[in-house]
């Protein structure tokens, strides 16, 4: 069983940046491949960004690519979204997500593949 928990959200300017933070607890961290999802007010759960275990291989929506990086430390079994130049349009709960049994360099792009969830933490953007 993974728990995670998300922190670093909260209200900026249109161009700011943030630092979103996950922590997993679990022994296994460094087995799971990691995601950060958003849902905006009124549209679907989206993904943002996913990393492989190894951290090698990243992927990121075409919306938020150049502007959001992703990344992980496996030894304190966190994972960053660190978001620059952020737009009203990136207004979103953000959720945090782990995929157990993936393959070292592998990340997963679909909602559906993920095993456990975060509660999310809010960014809203002011325009």
């Known amino acids: 069983q993974v728990q995670l928990v998300e922190s670093g959200g909260g209200l900026v300017q249109a161009g700011g940046s943030l630092r979103l933070s996950c922590a997993a607890s679990?022994?296994?961290?460094?087995?799971?491949?990691m995601g950060w999802f958003r849902r905006a007010p009124g549209k679907e759960r989206e993904l943002v960004a996913t990393?492989?275990?190894?951290?090698?291989?990243?992927y990121g929506a075409e919306s938020v690519k150049g502007r959001f990086t992703i990344s992980r430390d496996s030894a304190k079994n966190m994972v960053y979204l660190q978001m620059n130049s952020l737009k009203p349009e990136d207004t979103a709960v953000y959720y945090c997500a782990a995929k157990a049994g993936t393959y070292v360099n592998s990340y997963y792009d679909a909602e559906a593949d993920y095993d456990y969830w975060g509660q999310g933490t809010q960014v809203t953007v002011s325009s």
């Open positions: 990393i492989s275990r190894s951290g090698g291989n990243t």
């Open positions: 679990g022994r296994t961290f460094s087995t799971f491949a």
